[in-house]
């Protein structure tokens, strides 16, 4: 993927964590995309860490990643990002 699809998140320590955009989608009208450490991109393995998130827009325009609290959203969302691999 192109360098600019690396984006840095930070966790609850703080700590940043880069992120590569591995796909994007919608779902019940609402945009999705799936994210991955480069490490485990290039290591092609079936038991690499996903995360799903939402993005969405703020009064500004600027899209914004939100994390799904939501357990069926997340579940959804999964299946989805599973079935277009």
Do not use: H, W
């Not at 930070?10 to 591995?22: F, H, K, P, R, S």
């Amino acid at each position: 993927m192109e360098e600019n699809n690396i984006l840095t998140f930070y966790d609850e320590n703080d700590e940043a964590i880069q992120l590569e955009i591995v796909d994007s989608f919608e779902l019940a009208g609402k945009k999705y995309a799936a994210l991955a450490t480069p490490e485990d991109i290039d290591a092609d393995d079936e038991e690499s860490e996903v995360f799903i998130m939402r993005l969405e827009t703020e009064t500004s325009g600027e899209d914004v990643f939100v994390s799904i609290e939501n357990e069926e959203e997340l579940d959804a969302a999964f299946e989805m990002f599973k079935n277009r691999c």
